[in-house]
């Protein structure tokens, strides 16, 4: 099992930044490739960004790219989202999720995250 915190969420006007943090706990944090998702109300989770399990490779969404850094901190078991130049409809609670992968790929189908952490709220006012 992995548990998984997420924390960094809040209000921010537009243009604004935010830092969020998911915090692993329970199995070798290196063993597991990393995700961020959010979701509306009412509609589908959404990927966001995904880093590989030594950070190797990242992938982003379009929708944040060019404004987004995924990162992980191994020795502190943290996966970081740093997000900047943020949008009203940047709006959504944020999810981490991880998925045990023996390689450095990393993944967008939240089908394939077997763990996923509470959610943090993002509002971003215009």
């Known amino acids: 099992q992995v548990q998984l915190v997420e924390s960094g969420g809040g209000l921010v006007q537009a243009g604004g930044s935010l830092r969020l943090s998911c915090a692993a706990s329970?199995?070798?944090?290196?063993?597991?490739?990393m995700g961020w998702f959010r979701q509306d109300p009412g509609k589908e989770r959404e990927f966001v960004a995904a880093i590989s399990r030594s950070g190797s490779n990242t992938f982003y969404s379009d929708s944040v790219k060019g404004r987004c850094t995924i990162s992980r901190d191994n020795g502190k078991s943290t996966v970081y989202l740093q997000m900047n130049s943020l949008k009203p409809e940047d709006t959504a609670v944020y999810y981490c999720?991880?998925?045990?992968?023996?390689?450095?790929?990393?993944?967008?189908?939240?089908?394939?995250?077997?763990?996923w952490g509470q959610g943090t709220q993002v509002t971003v006012s215009s």
């Open positions: 329970g199995r070798t944090f290196s063993y597991y490739a």
């Open positions: 999720a991880a998925a045990w992968r023996p390689n450095e790929v990393v993944h967008t189908n939240p089908v394939t995250y077997g763990y």
